[in-house]
């Protein structure tokens, strides 16, 4: 298995744990529901975007995706799947949009820091 596809599956797994631990500790069964969502977890979940586009050499953008898109994992397990589900993916894609930019901006932030130091480009993961 190439490198870079363990590493998204290292992230896919720690997203998805984050995203457990988000509806355990908040006492709900989709992440979405948690109380601190938009003031905390996702703010928080952005971060771990802008981390994760800062340590992929490649594919910056696809991090963040990753980490949002992670609660269907989640949500899966704990709900019913049906009709939901069809809108909680359409959901989930509108707010991968936000983590994708801010993964990409940390990965050509490091690309650009890269670059500066004379030690060549991105790379290729």
Request: net charge positive; proline share 3%.
């Amino acid at each position: 298995m190439k490198t870079r596809s363990i590493r998204l599956f290292a992230l896919l797994f720690v997203s998805a744990l984050y995203w457990q631990l988000v509806g355990q500790w908040s006492g709900v069964a989709e992440p979405w529901d948690a109380g601190g969502y938009w003031r905390l977890w996702y703010p928080v979940s952005l971060a771990l975007s802008a981390v994760a586009g800062f340590v992929l050499r490649s594919r910056w953008g696809l991090a963040g995706a990753v980490v949002t898109v992670a609660q269907l994992l989640v949500m899966a397990v704990h709900a019913q799947p049906g009709a939901l589900m069809i809108g909680g993916m359409m959901i989930l894609c509108i707010l991968a949009i936000p983590a994708a930019a801010v993964s990409a901006l940390a990965g050509r932030l490091r690309a650009r820091a890269r670059i500066d130091d004379g030690k060549g480009g991105a790379g290729s993961l």
